[in-house]
């Protein structure tokens, strides 16, 4: 389970990006993060993996032992442990284009292994098979030997989802990962991430609410750095009126772009 208790971050002029981000996650959850732009959305995600520090607050996570660790209190040689059981998928995807597929999954592990192996031996065969089973996960494993650089988005993003799964991670973490992606694509993929939570704790930002409507289990909204809804995640249209202002108009022409693109 993940804990997260009183985020805050402030700009040295007094603005608070983040003002007391509390939740829990917990296994079995797929929870979307939703908010306008500007709203505190993925700097409470950076928080999750210790990329960003807060000024105060705790995120709680267990690790191998089932201890409870504070991310944001920890040295950095812990943080880097704990790092390597965190999957993150990005919007960008943040693949290495010249390597294949499999290579790509297989790049996630690297800091699990020391550095004389990484340098001299790399991945063991049975390493490569898990990887290769990972992609099969995602329906990829055709693809294992193509180079990424050739692949679609869509494509893209399914490796960067095996290349979590065959991190074992026990926390996974999705920053806006269909962003980028047709509604066709999109759809394709969040069906891949859902059924991760039945292993981990998955929580994405996201800015379809009608993605995550159907296919998270929940759904946490952001406003000016505050939480301002957890719960159901099918919002009606006043709560999402309330969740992003004058931006909800351009996010309904968006959804209605893609959708007659698709056609």
């Not at 999750?48 to 950095?76: A, F, M, W, Y």
């Not at 069906?191 to 800015?207: A, D, N, R, T």
Request: charged share 25%.
């Amino acid at each position: 389970m993940l804990e997260v208790k009183n985020l805050t971050k402030t700009l040295p002029n007094g603005r608070r990006l983040l003002d007391g981000i509390s939740f829990k996650v917990k296994k079995g959850e797929f929870v979307g993060i939703l908010g306008s732009s500007g709203a505190g959305k993925t700097l409470t995600l950076r928080c999750l993996n210790g990329l960003l520090k807060p000024d105060s607050g705790s995120v709680i996570i267990r690790d191998e032992h089932d201890r409870p660790l504070d991310i944001c209190k920890i040295n950095k040689r812990e943080l880097r442990r704990v790092r390597q059981k965190i999957g993150v998928i990005f919007q960008g995807y943040h693949l290495v284009k010249r390597l294949s597929a499999l290579e790509n999954v297989m790049i996630g592990k690297l800091g699990q292994i020391n550095t004389f192996r990484s340098l001299f031996y790399g991945f063991t065969d049975t390493e490569a098979e898990q990887a290769l089973k990972a992609l099969d996960k995602v329906k990829m494993s055709e693809l294992a030997g193509s180079m990424t650089g050739n692949l679609s988005g869509g494509e893209m993003q399914r490796v960067a989802i095996a290349r979590a799964i065959f991190q074992s991670p026990t926390l996974l973490l999705a920053d806006e990962p269909i962003s980028n992606l047709d509604p066709s694509n999109a759809k394709t993929i969040m069906k891949m991430i859902k059924p991760l939570s039945e292993h981990m704790p998955v929580i994405g930002v996201f800015h379809q609410p009608e993605m995550t409507a159907k296919y998270c289990s929940r759904v946490i909204a952001i406003k000016e750095g505050k939480i301002i809804y957890d719960g159901d995640p099918k919002l009606s249209n006043k709560r999402l009126e309330e969740i992003y202002g004058e931006e909800l108009e351009l996010i309904e022409q968006q959804e209605h772009l893609l959708a007659a693109i698709a056609k």
